[in-house]
């Protein structure tokens, strides 16, 4: 995987944030040095969330979102901030923009306030000082007088940003996990829900994985089970399936081998595991009428049989024996309000940065919400969750207890 194809879950997310005709779109033209965002004298030109995905060094891929001015009024306006909001929910690192004239508003006061809540690291900018000075009143706190249109202070707002880098622990797919030449067997279904060509990204990340642990992967449709199994001369070391064919795999796979998902890789990837195992012990709590939200973080065209419209539905109600409600998210949409609902179950993340999927469990959680994931609750409803554990002998202690 090169630069350009890191997919947007693990980009460092940037938001540049700040009041209308402040100069975000041009500020984020000048960084990108391109016409990534429309630009114009008149207030309010940017009406939705705008990204541009490219390489920033220190910091290496990141995405460059511009948003509508946190200072719209009206009922269009109104809408604008509430997308602006839902931004802040991914930003890793956000850039407030000033203008030079106005200096510091109330709308950027309340940015700052929102920054410092959700623990965002951030830069203070002041655009528009064209003559290299600043000619509004002092902001103690601003860390750069720029100018996007004479591309004044532009590489020093690089560099600013390149020591905001977020302190991450290290992150490994399924890495940690392997010991070299261990034999990993990938089934992986041909997803009709996948671009044309191409494997989904949980399957690309494990083979990756899998390659930098100097461990070897086969791969195999869920038709090729036995016949991938009979070609080894030993028993593979660890096998990754679909969700959706737990129930087959665990059937054609050997008890001694540890078996798990796609899906419980990423929850685990994206720091959702723990949550999602606790969250799958709700289910003995749903009755009648109750409400379930099935959340997902990408938007795909739904094909007949689709596992959150379709499949999880089936099951739920299938194990449950309860008359459920059923309510679907995707894509960036997710509730604020999640009372209504009585369980959420959410796909891995793929698509979502680490702030993003954590935002949305910090949200059940206050809400006192239950919220496990696709892979997680298919292997309980299947009878197989201890098992598809194993390797995270943490949690397959506390599911005991």
Known sequence: MNLNDTPAGERLHIGFFGC?????????NAIAAQDVAVVSPEKGTTTDPVTKAMELLPLGPVLLIDTPGFDDTGALGDLRVKRTRRILNKTDIAVLVLDDILGITSADQELLKIFREKNIPYLIVRNKCDDGTSSAASCPETDLC???VK???????KEKLGQLIPQEKPRSFVRDLLLPQ????LITPMDKAAPKGRLILPQQQA???ILEANALALVCQETEITTALNRLKKAPDLVICDSQIFQKAAAAIPETVPLTSFSILMARYKGFLAAAVDGVASLTRLADG??????????????CNDIGTVKIPHWLTEY?????????SSGQTFPENLQKYRLIVHCGGCMLNPREMLYRMKCAKDQDV????????????HGILHRSLTLFPHLAIKLKA
């Open 370 to 381: 239950p919220m496990t994931n696709y892979g997680i609750l298919i292997a309980h409803l």
């Open 20 to 28: 209308r005709n402040a100069g975000k779109s041009s500020l984020i």
């Open 151 to 157: 591309r004044r202070g532009i590489e020093a707002l």
């Open 320 to 328: 449950t024996q309860k008359k459920l409600r059923f309510e679907t």
């Open 207 to 209: 083979i990756r994985d």
């Open 182 to 185: 261990d034999l990993v067997l």
């Open 290 to 303: 109750d409400t379930v939200l099935i959340s997902e973080g990408c938007t795909h065209h739904r094909q």
């Open 146 to 148: 720029v100018s996007a």
